[in-house]
């Protein structure tokens, strides 16, 4: 009989993605056996991309700690009757340990925080070096101490290459969205689509300005007439997005608040360049291998940067950098200090090569 394996997937966009090699390592080392995720309902769709997992479990999640605790129990009792062998925890916290003991997992594997390590199995200490190096290394540690396995760490470990997969159904769709806007353009070549994500959630300080993404939006449409701007984002970037727009309305679209996760991947995935603040979409970049300009202020570059081959981080590397703050205390030059020109001319030359690449 197959072993069920239960990974607890991540919170965040862009930590769920810094999962993806951890879970292609477990898949290798346990060839026959079954892995499924449960995660929020929010971050689900990355994992749905990683053709090693066979299910995905959305985990119920309200507003306030009734609705929390409700979920919990909810998750917990659809868990127990799968009747999983052992879980794997991917986040650092007591709620999650506390998930897989109520629906009755006895073999739990995690990280020892947060005060939960008489709830796990195995309780494994925290990396002393773990800001040192990316946080892919920090989750593969944790899985290779579940099955130690002379697996090697091949392709998304060690080429910077992501196990994900988007669906073709998603991606004709993504084609059908952008053949639209070429259409509306009367554009009988191929318009080419650079993508902006000007926003972020840990906060401000991981934000260039709205007005240095307008004014790259400027330099990048004069300098490629056959160039269309796609800015991706929530609700709450609607006026920043808004105002890049002014770039030029016709050649610039809105998609902030428009588009499911699932939909902005596929999008992403079909992009000839992603331009983005340090954010889970950045990540998503990475996941599809879609050339990447990554811009970083207040953030680790070396924890936390773009896992592809094909990226560009642009960080000034202050020596105040990073502070990890949501709202920079000073004068906000780690971002302010990052030029429109300095970010043209890395998005040139990587446009430029993948056009003559397409030739």
Known sequence: MKEKILIRGTNWIGDAVMTLPAISYLKRANPGARLDVVARPWVSPVYRCHPGINQVIDYPCGPGITRRISGMIQASLVLRRRRYDRGVLLPNSLESALLFRLAGIGHVLGYSTDFRSMLLERPVPVPSDKEKRHHVFYYLDLVRSLRPSNVEMKGSACKRKL??????????????????????????????????????????????????????????????PGMHILVFGTKKEKEIADKIRTADPKRVTSLCGQTSLMEAMSLINELDLLVSNDSGLMHVAAACSTPLIALFGSTNPVATGPWSEDARIISLGLECAPCMSRTCPRDFECMLGIRAEDVFTAARDMLENRLKGAT
């Open 163 to 224: 196990d994900f997969h988007i669906t073709e159904d998603e991606k004709k769709r993504a084609r059908a969205f952008l053949t639209g806007i070429s259409q509306q353009e009367h554009q009988k070549d191929r318009l080419f689509f650079t993508g902006f994500n000007p926003g972020a959630a840990f906060g401000p300080a991981k934000c260039w300005p709205a007005s240095r993404f307008k004014d790259l939006a400027g330099l990048l449409l004069r300098a490629f």
